[in-house]
């Protein structure tokens, strides 16, 4: 026996790597800050990294008022230089960031045609080439540590495309594809990277769109709704052990949605969208 009454051989056994500090994007509000209150009711020192800054500091301030760790920090995930200063904001509180989860993001609606040059740029700089710099400020630390969880938000949509979200179901694809070339990529530096693709969630961003294109009463009448804690316990699965050696997955949250492909389980404010009819 040891000193401290427990076998010799369990006190020389390094203790697994888990995770402690994570930078959640896009978490001022919505799926994010869901996401948050989860990791930070469940003991990690959560990092609620948003464009709104003050908002995501009230937010991190109600959970250390909760006797949570939490800090709010401003970032646009589009700019390399603010994914700098908010890498080194969150590891001067809490240390080593171990896990980032990419949820930032913004869904505008129009077809191919309808999406112009500027709201490609944008919503592919804020949901694709975001979680890619984000990817890439924390990547260094996670293989010198040779231990790190990332987590990507997709959509159902990533795999089943829906009329009217072109820019948004191309970046979704995208961000699949590069979900699974991360994990690839540096599985052997002990870093696990998934995707988290849920169905429609009530949230502040999706009611305000919903509102915008006639949709006044979203989410009534929406079957298979998930929370926004929903997503929150998934995400919370990969980065607690059990999610150890979950590598590449694309977790879809949406009750089947992606299996059936039928977009009449949701509600949608035009009748056409509802049901893909071939009509040549
Ligand atoms: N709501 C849904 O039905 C649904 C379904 C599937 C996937 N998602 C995905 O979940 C994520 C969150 O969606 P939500 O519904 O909670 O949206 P939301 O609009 O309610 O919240 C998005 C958050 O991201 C922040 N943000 C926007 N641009 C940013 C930037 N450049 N840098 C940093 N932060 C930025 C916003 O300030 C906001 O706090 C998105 O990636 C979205 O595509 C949403």
């Not at 500090?21 to 009711?41: C, F, K, M, R």
């Not at 970046?171 to 991360?182: C, P």
Request: with cysteine; charged share 20%.
């Amino acid at each position: 026996m040891g000193v401290t009454g427990q076998p010799a051989e369990a006190e020389s056994t390094p203790q697994p790597a888990q995770v402690r500090n994570v930078i959640v994007t896009g978490a001022a509000q919505g799926i994010g800050l869901g996401i948050a209150q989860v990791l930070a009711e469940a003991g990690f020192a959560v990092a609620l990294a948003d464009i709104q800054g003050d908002l995501a500091e009230a937010e991190a301030a109600k959970l250390r008022g909760a006797g949570h760790k939490a800090i709010g920090i401003g970032l646009d995930v589009s700019a390399d230089a603010s994914w700098k200063a908010a890498l080194a904001a969150a590891e001067a509180a809490f240390g080593p960031v171990d896990a980032l989860v990419n949820n930032a993001g913004i869904s505008p609606r129009g077809t191919a045609e309808m999406t112009d040059e500027a709201l490609w740029e944008r919503c592919l700089g804020i949901n694709l080439k975001g979680s890619w710099l984000g990817i890439r400020a924390v990547l260094p630390g996670m293989r010198a540590r040779r231990f790190g969880r990332i987590v990507n938000i997709g959509s159902t949509r990533a795999s089943r495309p829906l009329r009217g979200l072109f820019a948004y179901g191309v970046s979704k694809a995208g961000l699949l594809g590069m979900t699974q070339q991360v994990a690839v990529e540096y599985v052997t530096d002990g870093i696990m990277t998934n995707m988290v693709a849920p169905g429609w969630v009530d949230t502040p961003g999706e009611r305000l769109l919903q509102q915008r294109h006639g949709r006044e009463d979203f989410p009534a009448g929406l079957q298979n709704l998930i929370t926004v804690e929903d997503v929150g316990r998934a995400v919370r699965y990969l980065l607690e052990p059990g999610g150890d050696r979950v590598n590449g997955l694309i977790l879809y949250l949406d009750a089947g949605l992606h299996v059936a492909d039928d977009a009449g389980m949701i509600y949608l404010p035009e009748a056409e969208h509802n049901r893909y009819e071939q009509r040549l």
